[in-house]
């Protein structure tokens, strides 16, 4: 998940792309965004897979979190573009960028990553700056 307007991103390793999974995920990217700062998403995008457009719960948390959800038009990926360099950034630098021996030490290196893409990572797209930089300080 990304803040549009920061790109602080939140990721985890799931093992299924249920409905439910999708739904708890997002809950916790919420939480984790707060902690950070980012205490209101208007809008939620997604692509049309199932887990978001036949999904039960997910409604739910969206109006509890007082959010939209916005669907992209089936097969332009382009229109969730953050998302998409995201991913490419996450492919590229964590998960191809050296050889694991075992799914446990390629899990264990994304929350460095992460951490790195979110505090120091330069971006382009933020004059060169990290997005920890456009989030306000929490107290």
Same mark, same amino acid.
């Given at each position: 998940? !990304?803040?549009?307007?920061?790109?602080?991103?939140?990721?985890? !390793?799931?093992?299924?792309?249920?409905?439910?999974?999708?739904?708890?995920?997002?809950?916790?990217?919420?939480? $984790?965004?707060?902690?950070?700062?980012?205490?209101?998403?208007?809008?939620?995008?997604?692509?049309? $897979?199932?887990?978001?457009?036949?999904?039960?719960?997910? %409604?739910?948390?969206?109006? @509890?979190?007082?959010?939209?959800?916005?669907? !992209?038009?089936? $097969?332009? %990926?382009?229109?969730?573009?953050?998302?998409?360099?995201?991913?490419?950034?996450? @492919? &590229?630098?964590?998960?191809?960028? @050296?050889?694991?021996?075992?799914?446990?030490?390629? &899990?264990?290196?994304?929350?460095?990553?992460?951490?790195?893409?979110?505090?120091?990572?330069?971006? &382009?797209?933020?004059?060169?700056? %990290? %997005? !920890?930089?456009?989030?306000?300080?929490?107290?």
């Amino acid at each position: 998940m !990304i803040d549009d307007h920061s790109r602080f991103a939140y990721s985890e !390793i799931l093992t299924d792309e249920k409905a439910s999974t999708c739904t708890e995920f997002l809950a916790r990217a919420v939480q $984790h965004f707060a902690a950070h700062g980012i205490t209101r998403i208007q809008a939620v995008m997604t692509d049309n $897979h199932w887990s978001y457009t036949r999904n039960g719960s997910l %409604p739910g948390l969206l109006t @509890q979190i007082r959010a939209t959800h916005l669907l !992209i038009k089936p $097969h332009c %990926p382009w229109q969730n573009g953050k998302v998409e360099r995201f991913n490419r950034s996450l @492919q &590229s630098e964590w998960a191809y960028r @050296q050889v694991f021996t075992t799914n446990t030490a390629r &899990s264990a290196a994304l929350g460095p990553w992460l951490e790195h893409y979110n505090n120091r990572r330069r971006h &382009s797209a933020l004059g060169g700056l %990290p %997005p !920890i930089s456009r989030l306000s300080p929490t107290s």
